[in-house]
Every structure is written in structure tokens, then in C-alpha cells.
């Protein structure tokens, strides 16, 4: 079984700063992707930033140049640094992983999300 697990977020002020880190484990084969969505009061939930099997990044327009996704291969950890963060990043942050088990099945899972909270 394989699961991803969020931690960090919390409550910051407009202009902080924020690292949120999210690790997969579990009988896992491959990582086909790995990233963050986040979903606002009211909203649709919408890509943040995720690494694809490719080893390519894709960002949100919104988020470009402020937030940095990385990742630890060895750890299966991707960690999201946020930075000069706006009350319009407010929204609960997922994790994401497309992961192969050891039985060759290819899934999507989800982390149990986190909340970000950006004050003015």
C-alpha cells in the first residue's frame, strides 16, 4: 500500500515564507509525478507545482518566480518553498504523487492536505 503524507503550513503573514514537504512511501516502484495542488474556499482545486516523470516542472502562472518545488529521489520527498506569499495563496495544499506499486499498478494518490493561511 502506498500512501503520501503533507507536513508543514500554517499561519503567515503577506511577504513570508513557508516550506511544505510531502513524502511518499509504501511498496512503491515508480514515481511517475510529484507536486502540489491547493484548493480556496469556493474554488476548484488547481495545480501548484508538480515534477513529472520527465523530470520537468510545471508551475502556475500564479506561483512562478515565488514558489520552488525540489524533491529528495532517496527520500521520495517533494517539498514546496514558498515565498512572498499573498492572502490569494490562502487555500489548503494537497500532495500529489502518480506512483506505481510493486504490483505494477499505477495510481493517483492524495495526501490529507494542510493549510496555508496568509494574512494581510
Known amino acids: 500500500q502506498v500512501q503520501v503524507v503533507e507536513s508543514g503550513g500554517g499561519l503567515v503573514q503577506a511577504g513570508g515564507s513557508l516550506r511544505l514537504s510531502c513524502a511518499a512511501s509504501?511498496?512503491?516502484?515508480?514515481?511517475?509525478?510529484m507536486g502540489w495542488y491547493r484548493q480556496a474556499p469556493g474554488k476548484q482545486r488547481e495545480l501548484v507545482a508538480v515534477f513529472t516523470i520527465a523530470s520537468t516542472t510545471n508551475y502556475a502562472d500564479s506561483v512562478k518566480g515565488r514558489f520552488t518545488i525540489s524533491r529528495d529521489n532517496a527520500k521520495n520527498t517533494v517539498y514546496l518553498q514558498m515565498n512572498s506569499l499573498k492572502p490569494e495563496d490562502t487555500a489548503v495544499y494537497y500532495c500529489?504523487?502518480?506512483?506505481?506499486?510493486?504490483?505494477?499498478?499505477?495510481?493517483?494518490?492524495w495526501g490529507q492536505g494542510t493549510q496555508v493561511t496568509v494574512s494581510s
Open positions: 509504501g511498496n512503491i516502484f515508480s514515481i511517475n509525478a
Open positions: 500529489y504523487g502518480r506512483i506505481r506499486s510493486t504490483m505494477m499498478f499505477t495510481e493517483d494518490y
